[in-house]
């Protein structure tokens, strides 16, 4: 038994436009995400209490798992 495939060489150019487009756009909301994210000041509040010891955590009543859920406790309610 012989099998048969067919490949369509190339795609038109409409859809390659679109598909840049959509792509594009994607690409420009991710940055602009890691751009928010990283400028954000609770992420610098997080890296601050991260760079502490675990004793100076304790004095601030605080544990090291508990960090971000402190720092965004009034967003999320976890």
Do not use: C, W
Not at 56 to 78: P, Q, S, T
């Amino acid at each position: 038994m012989a099998y048969q495939m067919t490949f369509a060489q190339g795609e038109p150019a409409a859809l390659k436009s679109a598909v840049s487009g959509v792509a594009s756009f994607f690409v420009s909301v991710g940055r602009f995400m890691v751009s928010a994210s990283a400028n954000s000041g609770r992420l610098r509040q997080v890296e601050m209490l991260q760079a502490k010891s675990d004793r100076e955590l304790a004095d601030m009543g605080l544990k090291r798992d508990a960090i971000v859920h402190h720092v965004f406790r009034d967003l999320y309610y976890i």
